[in-house]
Every structure is written in structure tokens, then in C-alpha cells.
């Protein structure tokens, strides 16, 4: 079989075609293209994230990031965190944020959660997986991501 440019695109377009692409879910998918292809959890002693990943050249882009302080909550199976929650009282920094960081996009952050949660099906044991799920609604206000949600399930690798 001879190899030529037109066969090499028809088999790099069967295979991308193959490529399971994932997409998150919530009116803010009418402004931005959140879809990923991978995922990853990270936890530390006064965080836990979740990163929705998409490669780009060299590199990837984070195509969603939702992150949750730890003060005072413990880290356990099916245990919801409140991401609207403010640590250390009302006046304190919200537990949860959103963020983005995608090659040739401008920065643009996201309001302040009205209501969300974020939960692990298991542990976040080094080099497993876990599933979950997080949901989001933003407050109301001028900002484009006002009043808006953003929701999924995930199954994630644990550096």
C-alpha cells in the first residue's frame, strides 16, 4: 500500500475521530468551548482541584479549573463541599473558585458562586482514578458569566 498525503489525512481524521472528546454542561458553554480530554485531581493539605485539560501543541490548555479550600472540611467519599461556603465567616474568602487559562484567550475571571458543589465518588490516591462531579452557579450581576451554570461528571487521574 502506497502512503500518500491524501490516505495520511483520511487516517489522522478516522483517529481523531476515535479520540473520545469530553464536554462539561451549563449556560456558560454558549460563550465558551469546554471541551477536554482529560482530567486531573489534586489535593493537598489546604486544597483540592480539578483540572479539565485539552492538548495544544507542545503544551495544553486548562480548559476549566475548579479548585476548594480545605480549612475546616475533611476530604471524603460522596461528602459534598460547598463551594459557595465562606471560610471563617461571612466576611471570609469564598471555599470555592473557577477559573480558566486557555493559549490566546484573554483572562477573564469568573464571578463569585451562588450555590455549588464539588464531590469525589473515592479517595484521591497517587496514580489512580476517581470519579465525581461539581456543579456551579454563578452570582447574578454585569459580568457575561452572571447568574450563569456550569456542571459535569468526571473521571479523574491522580498524579
Avoid: W
Amino acid at each position: 500500500m502506497q502512503v500518500t498525503p491524501l490516505s495520511t489525512l483520511f487516517l489522522t481524521g478516522l483517529l481523531t475521530a476515535c479520540t473520545p472528546h469530553k464536554t462539561l454542561e451549563g449556560s456558560v458553554t454558549e460563550y465558551l468551548d469546554l471541551t477536554y480530554e482529560r482530567v486531573e485531581a489534586r489535593a493537598s493539605k489546604s486544597e483540592v482541584t480539578v483540572n479539565f485539560l485539552q492538548p495544544r501543541g507542545e503544551g495544553e490548555n486548562t480548559v476549566l479549573k475548579v479548585a476548594a479550600r480545605l480549612e475546616g472540611v475533611s476530604l471524603e467519599p460522596r461528602a459534598a463541599i460547598d463551594l459557595a461556603q465562606h471560610v471563617g465567616g461571612e466576611t471570609g474568602p469564598q471555599r470555592g473558585a473557577v477559573s480558566r487559562s486557555v493559549l490566546d484567550e484573554p483572562s477573564r475571571p469568573f464571578p463569585a458562586i451562588e450555590r455549588g458543589e464539588l464531590l469525589f465518588d473515592g479517595y484521591l490516591d497517587s496514580g489512580k482514578t476517581v470519579t465525581g462531579e461539581f456543579h456551579v452557579t454563578f452570582v447574578n450581576g454585569t459580568d457575561v458569566y452572571s447568574g450563569r451554570t456550569l456542571f459535569g461528571r468526571f473521571e479523574a487521574t491522580v498524579p
